[in-house]
């Protein structure tokens, strides 16, 4: 997994590893999630891979947008 920069310091994101079409997300709590083009849909995988390189605004636009549209919980 890749450290996540949380360029605003606050995120609950600590990591994140890109797939083919999936986006795993590694919270402060230790859960790890796989979000897929499936589970979440296509333009949200989209624009987490982008705020993921940017390292702001991860967390808070799973919660506004994508929430439990995770495809699996890892831990």
């Not at 949380?6 to 796989?34: Q, W």
């Not at 991860?58 to 890892?74: E, G, N």
Request: proline share 0%; no cysteine; hydrophobic share 30%.
């Amino acid at each position: 997994m890749q450290r996540y920069a949380n360029r605003s310091g606050e995120s609950g994101v600590v990591a994140y590893a890109l797939g083919k079409d999936s986006i795993t997300v590694k919270f402060i709590g230790g859960g790890r999630y796989e979000y897929t083009e499936d589970s979440a849909g296509v333009e949200h995988i989209a624009r987490m891979r982008e705020l993921a390189a940017n390292g702001r605004g991860l967390s808070t636009y799973i919660s506004q947008h994508v929430r439990d549209r995770y495809a699996r919980k890892l831990d």
